[in-house]
């Protein structure tokens, strides 16, 4: 193709450095390819080290899960709460919450806010006694998650009493070891991952400790290898039968041709509440960029904005304006042909809606078909005139319809990997490095400079907006 995707395709296998404003190959392949595979990066095969870590934390997971891993005074861990935030979040805690029919044993927690909010109404109903904190952060330095992991270890310290308390419950995953020991964790509790992963394709690496906490390493492993199926579609399939590809250029066709502005994922599967957000970070920290991979202004629009909710809640919400409102949004249904809910009557419901809303979207009602169906109601000419236009549907809206058995771990694997490597192909098409962040920078360094101000440090030239809302708080906030 044009877009020189084969080659890109290759050059991502071939540990080239695709990501080059970070100067890092791009590599969340290589944490699902076979156990005999040779991915090599500075002479060495990474597969072995992901295998590597892998093996030691099959170790410690069912250590946990077992019940021989045990808190500060003896009693086994019943809770884990994963402290990470993007990435070190939005994956795991969309897995955990798709793959709830396979968990046993443990309930998996996740804080992610900066607002204190959220640590302080998880911990209310825990006892640290049988608590184990998971400090999910690649580069170990971000705020929020460091913020929380504080409060976690205050909290642990001030029950326990003495400081070893700290190695029976807390445990790190980043590429930061050094920071992680720092921080008070035994280095043996450190679980490592590399740069080579980016942050929001991190979910198969030892970042989705969580998930294999909450549902077993073997579960896992069918994760895993539910997305080297796609894997091997992907960069085997010809073009025109590769879902990514397809699914990929389906969604330039309307965000470039059609000049649709966002795009809607409605999952009618209740497992997956929380892959709209999950995939608005892999589409919209991936894509959302102006600049080419040279550095050049793009002359297009790149990433939609990605939004949505479940089906069929999202009906009775937002539907109104799919269906009547003056914006064009392409949709991705999603939806299982079995649920393990056991009332089978339910599922039926839910199936028959989402095939309704693709087939109203599609096909709208015509001006003419609301009149006479308002005249079959016997409704009088005026009042008809007065209603018609109203009632009526355009259609001819787009939407793609996924449909899958059921959502196994495999297939969940599959499906995960399929929107990573539809990502990919649309950022190769539009020219830009998918695969840096620099858009979050800005507003963590302003962060900074308020906070040193909020405790009294210097202060800095802001716009008369921000002056004043500093002013405000400074002048309110709880003394
Ligand atoms: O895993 P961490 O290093 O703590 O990063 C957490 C998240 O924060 C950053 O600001 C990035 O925008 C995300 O891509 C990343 O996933």
Redesign the pocket.
């Known amino acids: 193709m044009e877009a020189g995707l084969r080659k890109m395709m290759e050059k991502m296998m071939n540990a080239e450095p695709i990501n080059t404003t970070e100067d890092r190959p791009v590599l969340h392949v290589a944490l699902r390819a076979h156990e005999r595979a040779k991915i090599i990066v500075k002479n060495k095969n990474v597969v072995t080290l992901v295998r590597e870590v892998l093996e030691k934390l099959k170790f410690f997971v069912t250590r946990v899960r077992e019940a021989e891993w045990h808190g500060y005074s003896g009693k086994p861990i019943r809770d884990i709460v994963n402290l ?5 979040d939005l994956g795991p805690k969309m897995v955990c919450e798709a793959l709830k029919p396979f968990s046993r044993i443990l309930n998996v927690h996740f804080v992610s806010n900066v607002d204190g909010s959220d640590i302080y109404e998880t911990l209310k109903s825990l006892n640290p006694e049988t608590t184990l904190f998971v400090v ?7 705020q929020e ?1 460091m913020a929380n992991a504080r409060v976690a270890k205050e909290w642990v310290l001030n029950r326990a009493g003495f400081d070893e308390a700290i190695a029976n419950h807390f445990v790190a995953v980043s590429t930061n070891v050094e920071a992680a020991v720092k921080f008070g964790i035994n280095p043996e509790n450190v679980f490592e991952f590399w740069n080579w992963v ?3 394709y991190s979910l198969w690496s030892a970042i989705g400790i969580s998930i294999m906490l909450a549902v077993g390493m073997d579960v896992f492993e069918e994760l895993l290898a539910g997305a080297k199926e796609m894997d091997e579609h992907f960069f085997s399939s010809p073009i025109e039968k590769n879902a990514p590809v397809i699914l990929g250029l389906i969604g330039i066709w309307y965000n470039n041709f059609w000049k649709a502005q966002s795009y809607a994922v409605l999952p009618y599967d209740e497992h997956l509440r929380y892959f709209p957000n999950f995939l608005q ?1 892999l589409d919209m ?1 991936s894509n959302g960029k102006s600049v080419t991979r040279k550095g050049d202004k793009v002359e297009y629009e790149t990433a939609p904005i990605v939004w949505g909710q479940v089906g069929t809640n999202g009906q009775h919400a937002f539907y109104q304006l799919l269906h009547q409102g003056t914006k064009m949004v392409p949709v991705d249904f999603l939806v299982a042909a079995e649920s393990f809910s056991p009332y089978k009557d339910m599922h039926d419901i839910l199936v028959a809606n989402c095939f309704a809303q693709s087939e109203a979207l599609m096909r709208g009602k015509s001006k003419k078909q609301v009149e006479s169906e308002l005249e079959q109601m016997g409704l009088k000419s005026k009042k008809i005139k007065k209603l018609a236009q109203h009632k009526v549907f355009e259609g001819n809206k787009p939407s793609t319809t996924i449909i899958y058995p059921k959502l196994t771990p495999r297939r969940l694997g599959s499906l995960i990997a399929m929107y990573e490597h539809k990502a990919f192909v649309q950022g190769v098409v539009w020219d830009i490095n998918s695969f840096d ?1 620099w858009g ?1 920078e800005l507003g ?1 360094v302003l962060t900074q400079s308020i906070l040193n101000e909020f405790k009294g440090g210097k202060t800095h030239q802001h716009d008369a907006s921000t002056m004043a809302l500093i002013r405000y708080y400074l002048k309110h906030r709880a003394k």
């Open positions: 990470g935030i993007g990435g070190s999910a952060s690649k580069t170990f330095t971000t998650t980016g942050g929001r970070q920290e962040q979050v963590k």
